[in-house]
T-cell receptor
Framework: KAGVTQTPRYLIKTRGQQVTLSCSPISGHRSVSWYQQTPGQGLQFLFEYFSETQRNKGNFPGRFSGRQFSNSRSEMNVSTLELGDSALYLC???????????????FGPGTRLTVL | DAKTTQPPSMDCAEGRAANLPCNHS???????VYWYRQIHSQGPQYIIH???NNETNEMASLIITEDRKSSTLILPHATLRDTAVYYC????????????FGKGTRLSVIA
């Protein structure tokens, strides 16, 4: 069974631009969560999607948004990029919602975003 | 905020057991202990989780104290590939709550 895939793996943008990252979950998984990882703040939860609906959201500004499609694939968007948005963005999929039943999360390799 | 305390780093000789401690003195009755690890340049990987009984799987064993205020993850025969950051996470098993990662323990397995 294929794992979680994320595209692109690396991305360089400049301040003020926007970016869209993509995540394809493991086949059959219905929940997709997004995390941001930086050296200073560590791994921080962004949001979780389940059945095309955002079910949980972390403490990030509205510039960070996401969506999930009917095939469970998910995208996250960051608008008006800032230097501090440079990070590794990780996507994780699970069968069920986080904290509900079989919720072991499988992480993708991440997208490394650099904002210049 | 993370509800666990872990040592920032540990070393372990290859082939020996690696014992990674975690303190979670404020754990609630409905909260489980989860362990994930992150090998350099990869996404985190689930290892094991438990409520109050000791748990074992093909990767590791989890020993939870009787008062549930601390736990130990045991890698029985550490290899160089086990070098990673290990995260101990406390989270309710029901209710839609995300994983909250702390700083973890950086385990270095030495040949």
């Amino acid at each position: 069974k294929a794992g979680v895939t994320q595209t692109p793996r690396y991305l360089i943008k400049t301040r003020g631009q926007q970016v869209t990252l993509s995540c394809s979950p493991i086949s059959g998984h219905r929940s997709v969560s997004w995390y941001q990882q930086t050296p200073g703040q560590g791994l921080q939860f962004l949001f979780e999607y389940f059945s095309e609906t955002q079910r949980n959201k972390g403490n990030f500004p509205g510039r960070f948004s996401g969506r999930q499609f009917s095939n469970s694939r998910s995208e996250m968007n960051v608008s008006t990029l800032e230097l501090g948005d440079s990070a590794l963005y990780l996507c994780a999929s699970s069968l069920e919602l986080a904290g509900v039943g079989n919720d072991e999360q499988f992480f993708g390799p991440g997208t490394r975003l650099t904002v210049l | 905020d993370a509800k666990t305390t872990q040592p920032p780093s540990m070393d372990c000789a290859e082939g020996r057991a690696a014992n990674l401690p975690c303190n979670h003195s404020t754990i609630s009755g409905n909260e489980y202990v989860y362990w994930y690890r992150q090998i350099h340049s990869q996404g985190p990987q689930y290892i094991i989780h438990g409520l109050k009984n000791n748990e074992t799987n093909e990767m590791a064993s989890l020993i939870i104290t009787e008062d549930r205020k601390s736990s130990t993850l045991i890698l029985p025969h550490a290899t160089l590939r086990d070098t990673a950051v290990y995260y101990c996470i406390v989270r309710p098993y029901s209710g839609n709550t995300p994983l909250v990662f702390g700083k973890g323990t950086r385990l270095s397995v030495i040949a």
